[in-house]
């Protein structure tokens, strides 16, 4: 006889979150990284360079390279796209959050992979917070406010990661996110970036070469 309480749930079409270290950054490039141009954002909840391509500059050369076979990881042997389809690096920049600082919730336009590293955090920096759209219902839609006694990747509206020193998120550029309010006395900093494939999208008619 069958177990009854035996069952199988399927995760279809999930948004993936790829989190990952980035170690070790050396003392020196991040210096480089804190001593740079800063602009105040035009919302005036952070600061980022005003070098939007920064990690294209030659101090950054060992970084870049450790964020692009990360990316290849979960781009190639995770998710399994075609070998002749690259993703190049589109631009980059610094954010800073002195105490105080947050970033509004927001997507990444003009692209299609996003990611971040953590240069300097603590406990008290801030999470970083995936936000599910209005529109991507899954199972309950917004419109219909059950209530759970425990949260999971299949019931959250929201999922949360504590950033750490060193530490990679790559995620679909349309998925919602924002930043904590830095309650630390020291400064947040990360480096962000977006990427676009480049290579020979689609079949016949609706191919695409880019």
């Not at 105040?40 to 970084?63: T, W």
């Not at 998710?79 to 997507?107: C, Y």
């Not at 917004?142 to 759970?148: A, K």
Request: hydrophobic fraction near 35%.
């Amino acid at each position: 006889m069958a177990d009854e309480s035996t069952y199988e749930v399927t995760p279809l079409f999930p948004i993936p979150i790829f989190n990952t270290k980035v170690s070790p950054i050396s003392n020196e490039v991040k210096q480089f990284l804190f001593n740079v141009e800063y602009e105040r954002m035009f919302v005036g909840n952070g600061y980022y360079s005003a070098d939007k391509y920064i990690l294209h500059r030659p101090e950054c050369i060992q970084l870049y390279e450790a964020i692009m076979y990360r990316l290849k990881l979960f781009t190639h042997d995770f998710l399994h796209t075609a070998p002749d389809i690259q993703f190049e690096m589109t631009n980059s920049w610094v954010v800073k959050h002195d105490k105080g600082d947050w970033g509004q919730a927001h997507i990444h336009t003009n692209c299609l992979i996003s990611g971040v590293v953590y240069l300097q955090t603590d406990d008290k920096s801030g999470k970083i917070v995936f936000r599910k759209e209005t529109n991507y219902p899954n199972l309950f839609p917004t419109g219909v406010d059950v209530d759970f006694t425990t949260w999971n990747v299949f019931n959250a509206r929201s999922w949360s990661f504590q950033p750490h020193d060193n530490e990679m998120f790559l995620f679909p550029s349309t998925v919602l996110h924002s930043v904590d309010k830095n309650e630390s006395d020291k400064e947040r900093y990360s480096i962000a970036f977006n990427f676009f494939p480049r290579g020979k999208l689609g079949t016949k008619e609706f191919e695409l070469r880019l």
